[in-house]
């Protein structure tokens, strides 16, 4: 992820369409492994499936690692700059409230990665929930407790 002076690079040529399949990538400010604490990870899951459940994406798959996420979507009533505004702000004041602190959590930008028809959506989502075990922090992904996928 670039440092906050190159995060306007995310945004170069940046599109947002609706009915398209995206990637969507986050990290925690410094890094900082936040989310190795579950109940703090599930504050950022509440905010997936809020914006899923009020029709603003239609959530295929996530993971909330220690440090960052992973959430494939596809996008529907709102550009993808609104859709990561509010679940990062939202996501923000709940973990701030729930550690009695203040502060950035989430660092500026984010990735995003429009997929194209001919890709296998499945095979993007089981990359996604596999995180955990590539980082080594489990040997099977159904003993990880923050991820989901439509299809499992």
Request: proline fraction near 3%; aromatic fraction near 10%; charge should be positive.
């Amino acid at each position: 992820m670039p440092t906050s002076k190159n995060a306007y690079r995310l945004r170069i040529g940046r599109h947002s369409e609706q009915g398209r399949l995206y990637l969507l990538t986050s990290t925690t400010q410094q890094r900082r492994p936040i989310f190795k604490d579950f109940h703090l990870g599930r504050l950022v899951v509440e905010q997936f499936r809020q914006a899923h459940d009020e029709g603003v994406v239609t959530s295929k798959a996530w993971v909330v690692m220690p440090d960052h996420f992973h959430w494939l979507i596809e996008l529907n009533d709102k550009t993808l700059a609104e859709v990561m505004c509010r679940v990062k702000s939202r996501s923000s004041v709940t973990v701030n409230q729930a550690c009695r602190s203040s502060g950035r959590l989430w660092q500026k930008g984010y990735h995003d990665r429009a997929l194209r028809d001919e890709e296998d959506i499945k095979d993007i989502a089981r990359y996604i929930i596999k995180n955990p075990i590539r980082a080594r922090l489990t040997t099977r992904i159904g003993d990880y407790p923050l991820w989901d996928a439509c299809w499992m």
